[in-house]
């Protein structure tokens, strides 16, 4: 089991008093597995995506990633728990602006104090089409290409698990697939654990489960 | 991995240009800060020298007991050059009449600082010498020419020994102001002196050590001589000392000098703290993605810390090069100009550079760097997600500290530093909240004006938060270049008024009563102007109330009664006068003027009066030629001893002196081209004698020319500084603007709408900020006038005006300008550069 929760929940306190986003959540998923989150805008997707990848802390219940409670841990650890077995790609491709591509697939590898963090982001770039570009700075690439460039980042550090938030959401239709084609290409490549935030039936559709959020609560399709 | 991560970071950034506003800030406060105290300086140390010749020395140790040779041996073997000055009254004897002269004794060595200046004519324009009479020879003033009518060549008898004149004295630099005491000089070598015999004990004589070299020998001496001195009998003089005429002007642009440093610091912290903030708000998503790709908060830390350093060092290098490269060029220039080499600085304003870039980096950096630390990794899901670190009395403590930690090695005085401070924080509390409700009100009359203006006026309440802080750097960097330019003008008018081009530049003493008004019709006639006629008794000052004055050498003075108590008096006649009015001039601080017919009293200078401890309402005793009174003081006077008019310590009112026989002095004006007249002009009055200012007057006017350009630089500088933390406060809103400008566009917004808009916001802005600003400049310039340069207050209207003027015009200029690149994309270029 890579991933558990049980009775994972948060709120946060509003004006108005206490405001329920998840309802406690218990889910389990194996290593290999690739996941969909799907739901509506506000449902919840992303807060659980928050939770699983240690970016946050539950109000109540625990996350285990490979056996460790990230409840238990703090800023610090959970960071590297991060950078030992955690991938993150965004819908805002979120890349260093003032790093060029090669150097932005560079960073995690680095901070790992990975001694050929050049040679292998180089490879990378290779393999997801653009070691042309290695040397372009994110806004002088087009939407797919820097999506590109983060994929080749978060598979760089060969991570356990891959966080995938809306991956598409800023592509047209058409870049989209081929982004979607690279991301389960190089996932099957590694054997990644795939878990996927998207509003995208398509993409969900690609997945092995599909887990649905609606208003905080979650229920997995079979 | 850190540094390598780090270096990258501030590689790209440079290369790319994204820290150069902050570098910029950096190297701006550097340069500024360096070039103006190596200017100021080198400045104030040429000032220095310039004004040593006033007592021909950089200090000068006085006696009227002979001074041990161990004292000057001792100086000499502390690296100072030296020279003895003897200095006493005695008659010379020349073609069988007798001549009151003032004597001049000197060693080699004298003048230490300055040049004698000699002619083979009287009255002529002299030529400088480093030489000195030689043995036999003696160097005398014009006057004495004049008065014994001899020439070059003749012998005059100066106690048992006669000397031949050789030269006329044109120009001596510690010829001094002193009018009524002087008489005709005659300088001869110390060596010769013994032989005349005129020193005998009980002689009024006064020794003079002359010392000069560097400033930490000077003060070292001091220190070793200091036990030593008897405070009754030594002296110690340099010329900041006050007696100098030109102190006052000194000690006024050390002040303005010291200022503008201080506003150039303010203005360059500003700078650094906008460029900060903008640098640490660009960078809370890449600290939000370190920290999601698994750095630690440490490896963050390092990498920001090292890139800040790297960042501040490598700008300090910069400022330090540009800022000796343009002290550099200004110095070369002021010696071209005023034909004057100024002595280097030492390393001091290269430290205090330093530690200001640096300090001024690190502190304002501090606060938006730890929120930039604390930012949470989450953000980069939720991207309106900030730092968690909202304290931001800690950026108030951060930045305010070190602005009070600046002030405080700027001026080195804790309580100029701690007036500006409070008095600058009330006036950002206070600028802050007006600012608030401009915006406010701009936005309410927006509502009724065109698009374009409703635009602006929206803009300016969406950011409204951060448009008072840049409203508020905005009112102080108008306020400052507002108060440096208000500041030069009061100080230079200040100095013309005691200078101007037809300043009196010759003193005609000893004028018989019945030639005045024949003299004052002659005078006329030739188109010469003269001040006033003052008539002059001399008296002795002998008792205040019922203390006896006595002289500090002699001990002499009036029949004293056994037990009776005694004060130190003035050591010499003074020169009294009487009048109706007051002169001009002249203040009177303590007490009144007398109204006409008064009964007998006196007026008295404040210097005097303090010296003398005399008060309001003390009865001062005379003796006029063996006729003793007491009269009553009435007033207390400032006189404006750098004015080249006659003043006087102590004046009567016309019922009291009347009847004393008296001869009167005057001052007039000639030109040099006419200085040739001179001896028609005063042929019908032999007895007069005449002391030319000429020199002096030159000496003063090129002080105030150095000081009126190295004002003019200190302007150009705030100006600069000034412009760049506009251009700073603009870039920071940049990408804000962006992003407006790309939905305003995308809805259809024609470019000439967007471009007014900017444009009117901008002009909104600066108009308000230069209005704010005009308020306060003239409200701290009050406050400055009065407590720290003891001018009076004057309102400055035409800056209520100019202010907001000016201020909307270089704010939206600049504005516009910094926007202009955003304004040019289309809107494809500006969704590309926001994504």
Known sequence: MLIKTTQLEKRVETSEGPLQILHPIDLQINAGDSVAVVGASGSGKSTLLSLLAGLDLASAGRVEIDGEDLQQLDEEQRAKVRADKIGFIFQSFLLVPSLTALENVMLPAELAGNSEARQQAKQMLDSVGLGERAHHYPNQLSGGEQQRVAIARAFIGKPKILFADEPTGNLDAKTGEKIEQLLFQLNQQQGTTLIVVTHDNKLAQRCSRKLTMAAGRLTEEQ | ?835
Not at chain 2, 312 to 328: E, K, M, R, V
Not at chain 2, 660 to 678: D, G, V
């Open chain 2, 1 to 835: 991995m850190w540094a390598r991560i780090s270096l990258r970071l501030l590689r790209q950034e440079l290369k790319r240009g994204e820290l150069t506003v902050m570098a910029l800030a950096i190297v701006l406060s550097v340069t500024a800060v360096l070039s103006l105290s190596v200017f100021s300086d080198r400045l104030q140390q040429g000032l220095m020298n310039r004004s040593s010749e006033f007592l021909a020395a950089d200090r000068v140790l006085s006696s009227r007991r002979e001074i041990p040779q161990q004292w000057l041996d001792k100086a000499q073997s502390m690296q100072l050059s030296v020279a003895w000055k003897v200095m006493f009254n005695s008659m010379a004897y020349a073609k069988q009449q007798l001549q009151l002269v003032d004597i001049k004794a000197v060693s080699k060595g004298y003048p230490l600082r300055g040049q004698l200046k000699i002619a083979q004519q009287p009255f002529a324009e002299g030529q400088a010498t480093t030489k000195l009479p030689e043995t036999g020879h003696a160097w005398v003033d014009s006057r004495l020419l004049q008065s014994l009518q001899l020439t070059i060549g003749d012998r005059i008898e100066l106690g048992r020994s006669s000397f031949i004149i050789s030269q006329v004295l044109s120009y001596e630099p510690d010829v001094g102001f002193s009018v009524f005491t002087d008489s005709p000089n005659v300088l001869i070598r110390r060596s010769d002196l013994a032989a005349t015999g005129l020193i005998q004990p009980g002689s009024r004589v006064r020794y003079n050590l002359l010392l000069s070299g560097s400033e930490q020998n000077l003060a070292d001496y001091y220190q070793w001589l200091k036990p030593k001195l008897n405070g009754d009998t030594y002296r110690w003089r340099s010329v900041e000392d006050g007696d100098s005429p030109l102190a006052r002007s000194l000690r006024r642009a050390e002040q303005f000098m010291l200022l503008a440093s201080l506003l150039g610091v303010i203005l360059a912290a500003t700078a650094v703290a906008v460029a900060a903030q903008r640098y640490c708000q660009r960078n809370y998503d890449v600290v939000a993605i370190l920290k999601t790709l698994g750095a630690g908060t440490s490896t963050i830390r390092k990498i920001f810390i090292f890139h800040l350093l790297m960042l501040t060092l490598l700008s300090i290098a910069i400022g330090w090069l540009l800022g000796w490269a343009i002290q550099a060029a200004v110095i070369h220039y002021v010696a071209q100009q005023l034909g004057e080499t100024l002595p280097n600085a030492g390393w001091q304003p290269y430290a205090l550079a330093a530690t200001t870039g640096f300090v001024s980096a690190v502190m304002f950096t501090l606060y938006p760097l730890l929120r930039l630390l604390t930012i949470p990794p989450l953000r980069v899901l939720r991207r309106n997600l900030s730092s968690s670190l909202t304290a931001r009395w800690l950026q108030w403590l951060f930045c305010g500290g070190t602005i009070y930690f600046l002030l405080v090695i700027y001026s080195q005085q804790w309580w100029l530093s701690t007036a500006l401070f409070a008095g600058g924080g009330v006036a950002v509390a206070i600028l802050l909240l007006i600012s608030r409700g401009f915006i406010r009100l701009s936005r309410q009359a927006g509502m009724q004006a065109g698009s374009a203006w409703r635009l602006a006026m929206a803009g300016l309440q969406r950011r409204a938060s951060s448009n008072s802080v840049q409203m508020l750097s905005f009112a102080t960097a108008i306020m400052l270049l507002l108060l440096v330019i208000a500041l030069r003008n009061e100080l230079l008018n200040d100095w013309q008024r005691q200078l101007p081009a037809d300043a009196p530049n010759y003193f005609a003493v000893n004028v018989a009563a019945d030639d005045v008004q024949n003299m004052q019709q002659r005078f006329a006639e030739q188109d010469v102007e003269t001040t006033d006629f003052y008539p002059v008794v001399p008296g002795r000052l002998t008792h205040i109330n019922d203390i006896v004055l006595v002289d500090e050498a002699s001990k002499e003075g009036p029949e004293k009664q056994p037990q009776q108590e005694v004060r130190e008096g003035v050591g010499r006649e003074l020169s009294l006068t009487w009048r109706e009015t007051l002169p001009p001039n002249n203040e009177v601080v303590d007490g009144a003027w007398w109204q006409p017919n008064a009964n007998p009293q006196v007026s008295v200078e404040t210097r005097i009066a303090e010296r003398l401890k005399i008060a309001l309402g003390d009865q001062l005793t005379f003796d006029i030629g063996g006729e003793v009174f007491s009269v009553p003081v009435t007033s207390i006077r400032d006189a404006d001893w750098n004015s080249l008019q006659p003043n006087f310590y102590m004046i009567f009112n016309p019922q009291t002196l009347a009847d004393f026989s008296t001869s009167y002095i005057t001052s007039f004006y000639l030109p040099a081209a006419r200085k040739n007249e001179l001896y028609s002009l005063l042929k019908p009055y032999p007895e007069v004698s005449l002391i030319d200012l000429d020199a002096i007057v030159a000496q003063l006017r090129e002080v105030v020319a150095q000081v009126s350009l190295a004002i003019i630089y200190v302007l150009v500088l705030v100006i600069i500084a000034g412009a760049l933390v506009l251009v700073a406060q603009v870039q920071a809103s940049m990408e804000e603007r962006q992003k407006e400008l790309v939905i305003l566009r995308t809805l259809g917004a024609p470019g000439t709408l967007l471009r007014r808009s900017v444009s009117y916001e901008f002009l909104i802005m600066g108009a308000i900020s230069g209005l704010i600003a005009s308020i306060a400049m003239d409200l701290s310039l009050a406050l400055l006038q009065t407590q720290v340069f003891g001018m009076d207050a004057i309102w400055h209207w035409r800056f209520w005006l100019i202010g907001p003027l000016a201020g909307a015009i270089v704010v939206a200029l600049l504005g516009r300008l910094s926007c202009q690149q955003l304004l040019r994309k289309n809107t494809a270029e500006l969704i590309r550069h926001w994504v």
